[in-house]
């Protein structure tokens, strides 16, 4: 059993606490928001995450588990404390470092007895160092800390399962001795650990983020020649995917990646290889992709609906950046819907779980209750997150609720041809039309 502190009690650092706790450990999960500290202290998740009430409930239960706002509190018997506090992207693409700058500083002045730093947080490389620098400087009297990088990689909607098996755990430190007891805290999950420097961890994560976006946009940009040539991606994909040196993962052609890492991520590994005088083109190319993806969905519904899209009716089926979240981050949907607000359209949206967060990130939007109250005279719908609960729809029902059987499947979860025979005019994408 290690006491462990968690700094911010977000999608990261509330599954990553919660986790710890699970393996046995003390745990304190912090975070400067009150409203969400009171909420889990009364026994309420302020996100959407497939597993997570009950895990908390489990340990807090245990006495295993607990939650506050006071850094002292937080501090007094903590061993390690990990760092998974937010860095959005800042005002030229980089990654905003202030909320990893304050926690660090709290975190100094408030030590009272060596800690091991761990930042969980996607940093630009060379954080570790500047982490160290201001705790350095903001401890009252001088007491040893050691700081490791160990970037996180789990998924939104699976992350219960993707923190408890994860592919690989990675750590950086100056430290070896501090890297090594926080890979023991990792034992017992049976992952690959690696070990290595601070700058090697932190660029760990970016390019792998890197990497699986560039996926997407590759093969959207095939989806997208696919789509002039008459063949369908989607088998196009599954063909690739069976090389063993390609795979089958993320080769899903559709409205381009969302959510609150890859584009930010990308954006800011752009902004530290330009700022180091190197040219990433391929990272530029697989951002402009993914923006034309977004365009690209209303040029479909232009080609159908005709140029002017003022008045006409557009149901989005599904808004959350994914399945399995409420997470609204750089959802495709918003910038979609909003898009289409901008031209006077009537837009409608659904989702299963992200409704109260979507009200809020798209004013003018009128949200339904289920798929159907969503198709209700709608011109069009597009559906634009893949949940479960939309892939055995009554379609016919749907059609007949519509004003127009318009249907842009952003997603390709649909068959052309049994939405044809449905006698909506359908387009995928990439799909041979
Ligand atoms: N969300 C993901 O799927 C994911 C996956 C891998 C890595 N990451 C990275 O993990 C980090 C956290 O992401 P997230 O999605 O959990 O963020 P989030 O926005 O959901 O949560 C961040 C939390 O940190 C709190 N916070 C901010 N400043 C604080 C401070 N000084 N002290 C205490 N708490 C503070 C905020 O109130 C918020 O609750 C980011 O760097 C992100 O890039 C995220």
Redesign the pocket.
Known sequence: MRNITV???????LVTGTGFADLGNKVCC????EA?IKMLQDGQVPIYEPGLHEMIHRNVKAGRLSFTTDYIAALEEAEFVFI????PEGVDGEADLQ?VG??AE?IAKNMKHPLIIVN???VPVGTGDWVSDIVRTNQPEPIDFAVVSNP?????GSAIVDSTNPDRVVLGSLDKDAANKVAELYLSLRAPIIVTDLRTAEMIKYASNAFLATRISFINEIANICEQLGADVKEVAVGMGYDKRIGHHFLDAGVGYGG??FPKDVKALTHMATTQGTHPQLLKAVMDINQYQRIHIIQKLRNILGSKLKGKVIGLLGLAFKPNTDDMREAPAVEIARALLRENAVVKGYDPVAKSVAAKMIPGIELADDAYGLAKDCDALVLMTEWNEFKNLDMAQIKSLMRQPIFIDGRNLYEPDLMTSYGFTYRGVGRGY
């Open positions: 700094v911010g009690t977000g999608y990261v650092g912090l975070d400067i928001d969400k998974a506090v937010g860095t909320y304050q926690a709290t969980k947080s996607t996180e990689f789990l998924r939104e609150s890492c």
